[in-house]
């Protein structure tokens, strides 16, 4: 696919898998914005990036998506940086039992936030291009897993929040945007090394993970 003129936010491109959708896009020829809460590992994929796609192909910027005026501000970095946006992914995620409510703003409440700045930035309606913009859920956000109810509620929660978007008639007659969610199984990335305080009954968690080949 030749993506060349078309501009991506990415959250959560630090590392895993929005590296990949970030490196991805830009082997494309799109420009990226990686926008993450973790400023030295996002400096560094930044850095990468630019040294094999060129300086002004991709530029990091700091955004906790928890925090509204941060996820607010790297749009308006985006727009002014590269003047319009494309493609967004609504990424960023953890895995986290015990933070639960930080968890629920993490990865259900930021994807909502985003989506609402993706459709006033993109929609054809207001003066965007029009574009498609990707919610990342999980294969949890399809199927019950015991050990982490939170973790599914929002992703089952993502899920739902997508497909109503998607499926509203003004979204489809008029934004020129596609709304897509994506269920990825395990992937091996940082979330699935369940930290000590995550909650995650680590007596499950490796089991369930060596089960579809993963040995953590
Ligand atoms: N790896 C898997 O097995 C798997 C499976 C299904 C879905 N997912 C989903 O994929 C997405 C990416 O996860 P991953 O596997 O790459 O894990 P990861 O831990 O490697 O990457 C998550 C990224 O999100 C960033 N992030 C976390 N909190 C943030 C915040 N408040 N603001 C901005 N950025 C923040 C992290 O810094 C990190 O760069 C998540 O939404 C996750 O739920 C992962
Ligand atoms: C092992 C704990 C798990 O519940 C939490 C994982 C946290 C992050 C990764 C996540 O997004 C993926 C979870 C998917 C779990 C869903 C059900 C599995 O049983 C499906 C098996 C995957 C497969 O079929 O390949």
Known sequence: MNLSGKVALVTGAAQG???????????????????DVKVQQGKTT???????????????????????????????????????????????????????????????????????????????????????????????????VFITPVYCAVKFGVVGFTRSVAVNPRNRSTSGIRFCCLCPAFTDTDIIKFKKDSGINMKYAPKILKSVGINK
């Open 46 to 144: 930044a850095a990468e990036f630019q040294k094999t796609f060129g300086n002004d192909s991709a530029f990091f910027e700091k955004c906790d998506v928890s925090i509204a005026d941060d996820v607010t501000n790297v749009f308006k970095k985006v727009k002014s940086k590269y003047g319009q946006i494309d493609i967004l992914v609504n990424n960023a995620g953890i895995a986290n039992e015990t933070h639960w409510r930080k968890m629920v703003d993490i990865n259900l409440v930021s994807v909502i936030q985003g989506t609402q700045l993706g459709i006033e930035y993109m929609s054809k309606e207001y003066g965007g291009n029009g574009g498609v913009i990707i919610n990342v859920s999980s294969s949890a956000g399809l199927v019950p």
């Open 17 to 35: 898998l929005g590296k990949a959708f970030s490196e991805s896009l830009l082997s494309q020829g799109a420009k990226v914005c990686l926008a």
